[in-house]
């Protein structure tokens, strides 16, 4: 599980995310982020070190429930060793949803693309940060 401080849960959130990011994708997933700015929204407690992620996978990617839930297991897992190491940049509300490819693919395959995705969005810390 990720830590609950890095967790996007609320609907607002994900609408502001929506309403306010920039997309970046590849063929397995597609990654919605925003800068978060404390200023636009200054009720809703922003800090520009937050980093709050969420994820998505929708019935048009599966019916079943199961694929689903394993999908999202899996991209929490690959997100949540990225902030163990301290590989995510702070300060952004983000969205990891799954496309229909991503069935049936190795653990290791998704992991290859969300990092590819991740490193050309610039959500990376390089190695010299």
Do not use: C
């Amino acid at each position: 599980m990720l830590p609950e401080a890095n967790r996007l849960k609320h609907d607002r959130d994900f609408t502001t995310l929506f309403k306010e990011g920039m997309f970046a994708g590849s063929s397995l997933v597609t990654v919605k982020f925003w800068k978060i700015n404390p200023a636009r929204y200054p009720r809703r407690n922003y800090q520009t070190h937050d980093l709050r992620i969420g994820f998505v996978v929708s019935t048009k990617v599966s019916k079943n429930a199961v694929v689903r839930n394993r999908l999202k297991r899996q991209m929490r897992e690959i997100v949540r060793l990225l902030l163990q190491k301290g590989q995510l940049k702070t300060g952004y509300l983000l969205a990891i949803m799954a496309k229909a490819e991503m069935i049936g693919k190795e653990y290791k395959e998704i992991e290859a693309d969300i990092l590819s995705v991740l490193r050309r969005a610039g959500l990376l810390k390089n190695s010299n940060d």
